[in-house]
């Protein structure tokens, strides 16, 4: 992080359920140009013991990835950065342990976000540099404990949902051990099928233009498509043919595709089962892939408070109206 004119960059860090993502820009005339990425994958949701604590070795392993993320974000002003928590910080019982100890480390204070805000501000990411006239979209965001579904018109998100599932959290339920059944598919598509059903009719009647999902399983998800069978995109098809063929391997250490890293490889399988069964439940056949996610949202978040157009006060005063 270069150390003069630090006032003139602004920085998110997603404390997110499998990996922390840190985006570092500079503030310009539009907005911001991205100049720094950087990601530690912990896999934070994984760690729970049976009385809903996280357990000290996923504690450490988080910490010593903040430590080097640390690095990175100390020299710039706190007015700059913006350090969000989400679905496994608002779940875990000692989740103060793990947030004294980022904010120690990192030297910045930590936010932990209700899943309505970690939506709106995913809908701000992925909608940031899109034609957005008159046009209605429909995001998924497939985090590691969490799943985001958000419906807006141009850049307003008007149905949010943050719902309990992600693709940690469905693998350890569905997918123990790595082993890859037809059974065990059609019980996590069971299981993603209902918690989706109380939202189902609201999200129909609205209505979409385009259908985007974000996130790394998505993105991972469609390299898997495209590198490996040449398919263009993600469809219904190439989430049923993607199904088969993980169930033909029997597991995910069998696995060996293009697209898909060591770090993904173990959670692939829940990541795919949400997508496949929220398609279908949907009626959805192709989506578009986004690069933007959280972090860019929170991006946007902080220009607009730069330049007293906090678009939180908006969403509140249209709840309001």
């Known amino acids: 992080m270069p150390s003069k004119n630090t006032g003139d960059f602004i920085a998110a860090l997603d404390l997110g359920s499998n990996s922390f993502h840190l985006i570092v820009a500079r503030r310009n005339d539009v907005g911001y140009q991205v100049i720094d990425k950087h990601k530690e994958t912990v896999r934070l949701a994984s760690g729970f013991d049976e009385q809903g604590n996280l357990k000290r070795e996923a504690i450490g392993k988080a910490v010593k990835a903040l430590e080097r993320l640390g690095e990175r974000v100390r020299k710039i002003p706190s007015r700059n950065l913006r350090i969000v928590g989400t679905n496994t910080m608002r779940k875990a019982k000692n989740a103060d342990v793990l947030i004294e100890a980022a904010e120690r480390v990192l030297g910045h204070s930590v936010d932990v976000i209700a899943g309505a805000e970690e939506a709106r501000l995913i809908f701000s990411g992925v909608t940031r540099g899109l034609n957005l006239e008159d046009r209605k979209y429909f995001v998924i965001d497939i985090g ?7 419906a807006g018109y141009c850049e307003k998100p008007e149905l949010l949902n943050s719902l309990h599932m992600g693709c940690i959290s ?20 069971m299981s993603v099928a ?11 009647e609205y209505g979409w233009d385009e259908v985007i999902g974000s996130s790394g399983t998505v993105l991972a998800i469609k390299d898997m498509l495209v590198k490996n069978w ?28 293009k697209g898909l890293s060591n770090n993904r490889k173990g959670i692939l399988p829940g990541g ?5 069964s929220f398609c279908k439940e949907m009626g959805i056949e192709r989506l578009s892939v986004s690069d933007n996610a959280l972090r860019e949202g929170v991006l946007n978040d902080l220009v607009g408070r730069m330049k007293n157009q906090d678009i939180r006060d908006t969403t509140v005063k249209k709840l309001l109206k």
């Open 144 to 150: 590691g404990g969490s799943t985001e579904i958000i």
């Open 170 to 189: 469905v693998t350890l339920n569905h997918f123990p051990h790595g082993m890859l059944s037809r059974e065990s598919f059609d019980a996590a598509h």
């Open 194 to 204: 209902q918690e989706l059903e109380p939202i189902l009719r609201s999200y129909k």
């Open 230 to 257: 040449g398919r263009e995109g993600i469809t219904i098809k190439g989430l049923n043919y993607l199904t088969e063929y993980l169930i033909e391997k029997g597991s995910t250490r069998a696995l060996n595709l």
């Open 272 to 276: 795919l089962a949400i997508l496949n």
